[in-house]
T-cell receptor
Framework: NAGVTQTPKFQVLKTGQSMTLQCAQD?????MSWYRQDPGMGLRLIHY???????DQGEVPNGYNVSRSTTEDFPLRLLSAAPSQTSVYFC??????????????FGPGTRLTVT | DAKTTQPTSMDCAEGRAANLPCNHS???????VYWYRQIHSQGPQYIIH???NNETNEMASLIITEDRKSSTLILPHATLRDTAVYYC?????????????FGQGTTLQVKP
């Protein structure tokens, strides 16, 4: 299993540009989440999904869109990048249907700089 | 979800036990205590979780007080590779739905 994969690893954007951060998991997990981590801070939840076609907002959703058309993929879209969105973005997944484990597995992160 | 309070930083000598405390005085009956750690800018890694009984796995032990208002994560023989930020998180389990609320965590420095 590759686990949770994220692409790209690094990205530099100019203010106003849009882009999509990719996240995929091969563990057949139902739940997927996006977090951001600013320097010296803990992670903050952006959006999450409890299954294909179902998404909801976390603590800091403004400026981001998500959709979940398949169980495996959960892309995060930045609509119009701002310097305040400079951060490290982590994707996570958890819970297999019929299972008893809810622990989250995290990807390696995407380091985004907006200039 | 209940909030947690952890010390900002701790040191531990290599080979000794590292005991990381966490206060969660507002924890409710259906909330579990989770511990994750983050090693230098990597994605967080799950360590252990518990409801009210003490738990042990290959990585660590979790001691939860009888009133469930606090807990301690124990790394029995800390190594340099255990240097990381440790997060204590309280959350319902079955309705967790992928939502974890991270605080600032405790930065553990294991020293030779």
């Amino acid at each position: 299993n590759a686990g949770v994969t994220q692409t790209p690893k690094f990205q530099v954007l100019k203010t106003g540009q849009s882009m999509t951060l990719q996240c995929a998991q091969d563990m057949n997990h139902e739940y997927m989440s996006w977090y951001r981590q600013d320097p010296g801070m803990g992670l903050r939840l952006i959006h999450y999904s409890v299954g294909a076609g179902i998404t909801d907002q976390g603590e800091v959703p403004n400026g981001y869109n998500v959709s979940r058309s398949t169980t495996e993929d959960f892309p995060l879209r930045l609509l119009s990048a701002a310097p305040s969105q400079t951060s490290v973005y982590f994707c996570a997944s958890s819970y297999r249907l019929g299972g008893t484990d809810y622990e989250q597995y995290f990807g390696p992160g995407t380091r985004l700089t907006v200039t | 979800d209940a909030k947690t309070t952890q010390p900002t930083s701790m040191d531990c000598a290599e080979g000794r036990a590292a005991n990381l405390p966490c206060n969660h005085s507002t924890i409710s009956g259906n909330e579990y205590v989770y511990w994750y750690r983050q090693i230098h800018s990597q994605g967080p890694q799950y360590i252990i979780h518990g409801l009210k009984n003490n738990e042990t796995n290959e990585m660590a032990s979790l001691i939860i007080t009888e009133d469930r208002k606090s807990s301690t994560l124990i790394l029995p023989h800390a190594t340099l590779r255990d240097t990381a930020v440790y997060y204590c998180i309280v959350s319902p389990r079955s309705s967790n739905t992928g939502k974890l609320i991270f605080g600032q965590g405790t930065t553990l420095q294991v020293k030779p």
